[in-house]
């Protein structure tokens, strides 16, 4: 019964502030090109961080070192105590860290269902020859891992299109099923990117409210990058601004708005 | 009518619902009481298990304070913790107040201030909100219990009661004194069928809602006799989707499930609801006209979009229904090739579509609320689905006519109900008496005065007639029948539900009294429109660009003719033919309050608000601008303004084989 979603949820731990990810001097170039230079960060535990810049700050690139799917030149990245700096995607899912993508990245052919299933299977540990039979360990397993969804599909409301093939959804809703593909891994860090592209008010706002849930209810530690700025400065407990692969500003929301550096990277200065 | 009044004597000492529930944990046991589908699986309670449950809760509302002659406040969706409630309250004496979970604050805080709750037991942070919200409004409210926690872990207000927590009072009290059960269990048997067993508000079509109070003993056997006239055992079961306020769900699944005993399946959510509905597969089922309109529409539109073979097999067999399939479902001699023909398209259509909707396993399935078209009732029915109409009021506990199994028609809703007395009016009001007849408006003794006539009849305000054959047959509202300039008698729904009939027609207003001819608005329905404009590359962002779409004014222009036509066949009706007609900028909406919240056109109310349409239909304009204030969800105001057509209309000579038509 609802009762029930209730207990898997740990409260965060509001301004418990212990360190969960740290950026150190982190620099990523494409040949000569510098798509992040030398920046350093960090993310706390239960909290809210946005990453925002304007275009081509970078902003993807560092979601992207963080998650493994690029390896920095410099610098190095320790999350959860671990220090490393070349890390495949796949690692950082087994650490915690699972991400939504800006363009949706979602099996269209397969169902809601079925998708956020997947989002599971890194959590499955039966063996291929079992998860081949479908029978015994294997079949109990996928029962638990089926709960688990469940709640994912209660949490985010889209018990109604639990069947439905994911390509026929209206685009606000394929974000939500992404959302809840990412949720599926149980992340200690979850990555958004751009959650609220291409949506209408009403979408983001619905966005919005899941995304403080998850952060709230589930409270799972969350790093975004978003260009609405009213967005940003309302979920945000900390943001971090970045203009051309450089760091200018970090620091709570009403700080960073009214940073003379930042103004000037988004409005442009005269020369 | 009260020869069954020795029968009834014999289940006399059954007169409430909390007894019935204490005989069906007795007697069904181990049978499905309640099943919710939750987190993807359907949970499921025996009456044993509902019994255990409703103690609990009952129990604990006690030790929260709540007293004989109390009332309670139920809000949300179709919920078992929300069913349990009606019958924990009643199992205490208190009066339980179900409420339009979709009603705005303002509305709902009138209801409970009205009402005097002392309690609210409430679907979700939904409800506490616009609760909390209203407070100051309701000074009796004594506790808020909620059934969701969802979203609620931060609020802290001393009102403020999980359902849990309740029930973990009711547990401690059972477990301290073990005789609190058994005192519990007295009560319900010493509690007198005088009491009032539920207070409903009625959707309030006509100004503010106002509190219908049902006696236990009357509400016991009116729901009774109707179990009795449909055969409905425990074997049975339904889909409660119908809204937890209205008078419909009350009866016909929470009272009707009570005294025969069958399973109520609550669904998953509102959106889930024709999912569900399959899963179900209820074996009794209601829905008002508009929902089996809008299934047939869905199912047009799919078979539109199927292959040409498909297409082939559905229109021969459908067509193979249509003549046929009446006369086979009532029993009629039909040719034995027709009815294989109609067993071979039973296998092919009938039988998988009926599963597709939901209505496999259904034995009896109501219609009422609205009239339904002929030629729509006829489509369910032939394909052997006993669709039934009956015709009913909050005042009445529901049935006043319903229609038997072996004499169903589209245009009437059947004779007098089990046990009740219906008579006409010499000015043509149809004035009813029955068991489940309510004992009067809560604090409104006046209002019930002027409802109820000294000999004990409650006026309907419905206008209408016994036909030939004893069915009785509704017209309009007896106030809103009025004539043209001309004379000609003018009923506006008998106009609108024509209109209607047409997939493509989502609502109509139909003005006219007083007036030289009729005039009407319409609402296009944006799926079925929608979907053409897309077949036809008709691009459209918004219902009002589309509304307003000159391709769209022509097939609605098609369809106003066909209407005229129509009704030109009917002496009747033939005078009060469609002259001009327009289709609204925007649809009508109850968040406006343009519809009741079951979804009723408020058409005095539409006439005020687009008073420059109205008068633009019959000051010859082509066009008229306007600007209107709409309400959002959340309450926010904006604005909406748009220049609308008006478009003429064909009339036609009246009947008489008078095909030739005439511009007007």
């Known amino acids: 019964m609802s009762s029930r979603l209730a207990e898997p949820i740990a409260v965060a731990e509001q301004g418990a502030g212990e360190m969960l990810m740290e950026v150190r001097n982190v620099s990523l170039s494409f040949g000569g090109v510098k798509a992040i230079t030398d920046i350093s960060f960090d993310i706390r535990k239960g909290e809210i961080r946005a990453i925002i810049g304007p275009n081509g700050a970078g902003k993807t690139s560092m979601l992207n070192v963080i998650n493994g799917f690029y390896t920095p030149q410099k610098g190095e990245i320790v ?67 089926r709960e688990k969804v469940e709640e994912i599909i209660d949490f985010l409301e889209i018990q109604h299109i639990r069947r439905t093939p994911v390509g026929k959804l209206p ?22 990117d751009e959650p609220m592209a291409g949506m209408n008010l009403e979408e983001k706002e619905d966005m919005s409210r899941y995304i403080i849930d998850v952060n709230r209810q589930r409270g799972t530690t969350i790093a975004l990058i978003e260009h609405d700025m009213g967005v940003v400065m309302d979920l945000s407990d900390r943001v971090v601004v970045l203009d051309y692969g450089k760091k200018i500003a970090d620091g709570v929301p009403d700080a960073v708005k009214s940073n003379q550096a930042v103004i000037d990277a988004y409005l442009g200065v005269a020369h | 009518m009260v020869t069954t009044s020795t029968a009834r004597a014999a289940g006399s000492d059954l007169d409430t619902f909390p007894k019935y529930l204490l005989l069906n944990a007795a007697r ?37 304070g709540l007293k004989s002659g109390d009332n309670i406040a139920i809000i949300g969706a179709n919920r078992p913790r929300l069913y349990w409630t009606f019958t924990a309250a009643q199992s205490l004496g208190a009066v339980p107040v179900p409420v339009y979970g979709d009603a705005v604050a303002d509305e709902m805080a009138y209801v409970l201030d009205h009402a005097a709750v002392r309690f609210a037991v409430v679907q979700d942070q939904e409800q506490v909100d616009k609760i909390l919200g209203t407070m100051a409004r309701i000074p009796s409210l004594g506790a808020i219990i909620y059934d969701e926690p969802r979203g609620l872990t931060n609020y802290r207000h001393e009102l403020l009661h999980s359902f849990e927590s309740v029930q973990a009072r009711g547990e401690a009290q059972l477990a301290a004194d073990s005789g609190s059960g058994k005192a519990w269990e007295d009560g319900i048997r010493e509690a007198s069928g005088d009491d009032t067993s539920v207070m409903l ?23 009774r006799d109707t179990a009795t006239f449909d055969r409905l055992t425990e074997a049975d079961s339904v889909l409660a989707y119908l809204p937890l306020a209205w008078v419909g769900d009350h009866y016909l699944n929470y009272a009707q499930g009570y005294v025969s005993g069958f399973c109520m399946n609550c669904p998953e959510s509102s959106e889930t609801v024709a999912q569900d509905l399959r899963e179900i597969a209820p074996t009794f089922y209601f829905a008002p006209p508009r929902v089996f309109e809008s299934l047939l529409t869905s199912v047009t539109i799919r078979m ?60 009896v399935a109501y219609t009422a609320g609205e009239a339904i078209g002929q030629d729509l009732f006829s489509f369910f029915r032939s394909l052997g689905i006993n669709l039934k109409q009956l015709y009913g009021q909050t005042e009445a506990f529901l049935y006043v006519t319903c229609q038997n199994d072996s004499a169903v028609r589209a245009d009437t809703v059947g004779p007098a109900a089990p046990n009740v007395d219906i008579r006409i ?20 003794d006046e209002t019930t ?98 509304a307003g779409h000159r391709q769209v004014y022509e097939i609605i222009a098609g369809h106003v003719d066909e209407t005229n036509r129509r009704l030109s066949r009917e002496p009747v009706m033939a005078g009060a033919q469609i002259r001009r007609f327009l289709i609204l900028h925007k649809e009508l909406d109850a968040d406006d309050s343009e519809l009741t919240r079951t979804q009723k056109v408020r058409r005095t109310f539409v006439a005020e608000r687009y008073r420059p349409l ?41 009947a008489s084989g008078g095909q030739q038509g005439l511009a007007a």
């Open chain 1, 79 to 145: 999350f959860r105590g671990n220090t490393r700096r070349a890390m495949k995607p796949h690692h950082a899912v087994r650490q915690g860290i699972a991400r939504t993508f800006q363009n949706v990245a979602l099996f269209k052919g397969m169902s809601t269902l079925d998708n956020i299933m997947a989002g599971r299977s890194v959590l499955m540990k039966r063996n291929l020859f079992w998860q081949m039979v479908w029978h015994g360990p294997a079949l109990a397993e996928e029962i638990e891992h």
């Open chain 1, 171 to 192: 685009y606000g809703l394929q974000k939500r099923v992404e959302l809840g593909r990412a949720l599926a891994m149980e992340p200690s860090l979850l990555l958004l």
């Open chain 2, 28 to 64: 069904f046991g181990d049978k499905p009481a309640m099943r919710h589908k939750d987190f993807g699986i359907w949970q499921s309670w025996t009456w044993a298990q509902q019994l255990d449950e409703i103690r609990k809760f009952a129990l604990g509302l006690k030790a929260l």
């Open chain 2, 201 to 223: 508000y009625t959707s309030g079509t006509t100004g503010r809602s106002k509190g219908v109070m049902i006696s236990a003993r009357g509400a016991v056997n009116a729901a």
């Open chain 2, 304 to 363: 539109e979009d199927a292959g040409r073979l498909k297409r082939w097999i559905y229109k021969r067999w459908i067509g193979v229904a249509g003549r046929h399939g009446e006369a086979i479902l009532e029993g009629r001699p039909v040719p034995l090739l027709a009815r294989l023909d109609y067993a071979l398209g039973k296998f092919l259509i009938y039988q998988p579509l009926r599963d597709v909707l939901g209505l496999s396993n259904i034995r």
């Open chain 2, 425 to 444: 009016t010499d000015a043509g009001e149809v004035q009813f008496r029955s068991p489940g007849q309510f004992s009067g408006y809560f604090k409104q």
């Open chain 2, 449 to 546: 005065a002027e409802t109820v006539t000294e000999d004990g009849f409650v006026k309907t305000g419905d206008a209408g007639f016994f036909d030939a054959s004893g069915q009785l047959k509704i017209i309009d509202r007896a106030k809103d029948v009025g004539k043209l300039k001309s004379g000609a008698l003018f009923a506006p729904k008998y106009i609108e539900n024509t209109l209607k009939f047409f997939p493509n027609i989502k609502e109509a207003v139909a003005y006219g009294d007083g007036h030289d001819f009729v005039g009407v608005f319409l609402n296009i329905d944006l799926q079925a429109v929608g979907n053409w404009a897309e077949r036809n590359n008709i691009a459209y962002a918004s219902y009002q660009e589309l």
């Open chain 2, 614 to 654: 109205v008068e633009a239909l019959y000051d010859g304009s082509a066009e008229k601008f306007v600007d209107t204030e709409v309400t959002y969800e959340d309450g926010r105001k904006g604005r909406i303004s748009a220049t609308v057509k008006i478009a003429e209309a064909r009339t036609y000579e009246p």
